[in-house]
């Protein structure tokens, strides 16, 4: 398991040439994808490295082997530096830049294809400073048009980029033309966007400035068009491929590029390669699939025996056991047939292919999707850890109750998917995040407190339990948080400093008869008990039944902590009697704290003894 807080980058190079920027710097080297590099005239730290001599010959021998930069150096002092390095956007690192103090991070360089402005925002959560991104897009909260595909897997074609990208800077009107691939980018724009979908009406007002495509077809602009024109292509293609035994991977590859020339199809939009299993081992196929990067699926007779194609072979049918391989596995693969099979054959390469091709109706991302199940503590950004921060910051879509996604939506990054639901739709949030990250995606999912008390990660480790899970795929990672128990407690003293117990009075998923027997137990064992969820709307009894449970085995002064909202704007601190606890407002965001027979409270203060004073060992 990748427990490094820079996933998404494989090879991070951070520089810092005096002590202090070292000591900002030495916190983000427990990441296993960062390098921190020191000058020899400063003490190691942590997992750092010397260089020797200058810095700038240093930065020239690793220039190419990082993918990102972060410097702790004055902003002038790295634009000299690297100046002589860089390239174009398509192929120069990320870099960002920290201010001497630690305050601020800024994105100075491939923001967009080199991801520093994601890599900026990360270090900034990692190192308690705020970030600086200068981007149009960013600032108008849309998402980067020249990057955001590669969430999905897309691939990008040609197009005027520039173009397009300055008229969305300039909020000009767009035009998005999409054929294939997820529209769930679309879903989650901000209001005033840019965009129109779909052709626009001749007669409109606002003609457009730019176009998008987005498409398994391949097109060709022209150089003088009326405005800038772009494509993503969304990996939806499948070729179904039989073939001779030994045909030459020239030859297949050759089928490959005409059928999709004569049919107008992006080869980029390729997803993958589909055949017959007693093709596995086809030497010309595998070696497309790893000079493409192409998935290679394969199925056996049965299974290819059970679809319908438009020209099924009697003669296949006779070799294979099946009337046909290329269509009928393109199908499988892809769903829905374009391209009928296409037969190929060259005497001077020797062989004989046949290629059909299907379109997907779901993209193929390619990767293996994560699921953060992250612990947000109160709510209050302060209270949160740097790691669960960052994993809300990173994750290409966050789900959770709206309440909680309202409390942390200043770690929200523009084109990212942010799917809120009600209170009592926990279990549709668990299914839908394994969904989407069965995909590939990576998937945040945020509970209140921490997510393994009374939170989320239970019920989405259920759920992928219930599936057949591996442990493996998809990745899982719980990041804790402060629980509601320890922030109700931190604001009134220390209550929790002997034997305790948590009870939930929610009798939607536990039977309360059984949540009363826990209720006697912990009464008459003498813990010290926090209440979860004590009183809804519709359940006002159970409250009053566990007060009555404990004035059966505690003294009517027994300190009791009532704690509404901790470390939120409309927090309520109250300390009573357990007598008098139920004359008190308690609703569901109320945390109650019945003390012991020894809990106290002293000035205002809520104590349990641990011992320590007047304890005599046995």
């Given amino acids: 398991m990748d427990n490094s807080s820079f996933s998404q980058f494989t090879s991070i190079a951070a520089i810092a040439t005096h002590p202090q920027a070292a000591q900002i710097l030495t916190p983000l080297s427990q990441s296993t994808s960062l390098q921190l590099w020191l000058p020899s005239t400063i003490e190691k730290q942590g997992n750092s490295h010397h260089y020797q001599g200058s810095l700038k010959e240093h930065l020239a021998s690793i220039w190419t082997e990082h993918e990102a930069f972060v410097f702790c150096l004055a902003a002038g002092a790295v ?148 405005f800038p024109k ?54 010309g196929i595998l070696e497309i699939c790893q000079r493409r990067n192409l998935v290679f699926k394969t199925f056996d007779a049965q299974q290819l025996n059970q679809v319908d194609v438009p020209t099924p072979s009697d003669v296949v049918q006779q070799e294979v056991g099946t009337p046909s391989v290329a269509e009928a596995a393109a199908i499988l693969a892809g769903e829905n047939l374009l391209v009928s099979k296409q037969i190929f054959k060259a005497d001077a390469l020797g062989g004989a292919v046949t290629i059909a091709i299907a379109q997907a109706t779901v993209e193929y991302l390619g990767r293996t999707g994560k699921l953060y199940l992250v612990g947000i503590g109160p709510g209050n950004l302060e209270q949160i850890t740097p790691a669960a921060q960052t994993a809300i910051t990173e994750a290409d879509v966050v789900i959770g109750y709206s309440l909680y996604l309202d409390l942390i939506k200043s770690l929200k990054r523009p084109g990212q998917i942010v799917e809120a639901s009600p209170i009592t739709q926990e279990q549709q949030r668990a299914k839908r995040a394994i969904e989407l990250a069965q995909w590939g995606l990576t998937v945040a999912v945020v509970s209140s407190g921490d997510c393994g008390i009374y939170g989320m990660a239970g019920l989405v480790l259920e759920e992928l339990q219930a599936g057949g899970w591996n442990g493996k795929t998809p990745q899982v990672k719980i990041y804790p948080g402060i629980s509601a128990l320890q922030s109700a407690a931190s604001k009134v003293g220390a209550p929790l400093m002997h034997d305790f117990c948590a009870i939930s009075l929610s009798d939607l998923l536990t039977p309360w008869e059984v949540i009363q027997t826990r209720l006697t137990a912990a009464a008459s064992g003498d ?9 809804s709307l519709k359940r006002t009894q159970q409250i009053v039944t566990a007060q009555s449970i404990f004035a059966q085995h505690r003294q009517p002064d027994t300190p009791v902590a009532i704690v509404h909202s901790a470390y939120r704007e409309d927090e309520q601190v109250i300390l009573t009697t357990l007598d008098k606890m139920l004359d008190q407002s308690i609703d569901m965001l109320t945390t109650v704290i019945i003390g012991n027979t020894t809990t106290r409270n002293h000035a205002n203060w809520m104590i349990t003894p641990r011992g320590y004073l007047g304890f005599t060992a046995s």
Avoid at 190 to 219: C, L, N, V, Y
């Fill in 527 to 535: 813990f010290i008990t926090a209440l979860y969820n004590p009183r």
């Fill in 230 to 283: 772009v494509q993503w292509h969304p990996k939806v293609l499948w070729l179904g491929i039989g073939c001779e035994r030994g045909t030459s991977g020239e030859l297949i590859e050759q089928a490959i590029d005409e059928t999709c020339r004569t049919y107008h199809l992006a080869s980029e939009a390729i997803a993958g390669i589909a055949s017959i299993n007693l093709k596995a081992d086809e030497i």
């Fill in 79 to 226: 634009v000299r530096l690297i100046a002589p390095l860089l390239k174009s956007k398509a192929e120069d690192p990320a870099v960002v830049v920290i201010d001497a103090q630690g305050d601020y991070v800024i994105s100075l360089c491939s923001g967009h294809q080199g991801q520093a402005d994601l890599l900026a925002q990360l270090v900034a959560t990692q190192i308690g400073a705020t970030a600086i991104i200068t981007g149009a897009s960013h600032n108008l909260s849309l998402p980067a048009i020249d990057t955001f595909g590669f969430t999905y897997g897309w691939r990008k074609g040609k197009g005027d980029w520039t173009g397009v990208m300055a008229a969305i800077a300039k909020q000009e009107t767009v035009q998005v033309i999409q054929e294939a691939g997820s529209i769930l980018w679309r879903e989650h724009l901000p209001a005033k966007h840019p965009f129109s979908f779909g052709f626009a009406d001749a007669q409109a007002e606002t003609r457009p400035q730019g176009r998008i495509w987005i498409s398994s077809t391949k097109r060709k602009f022209a150089p003088q068009g009326d």
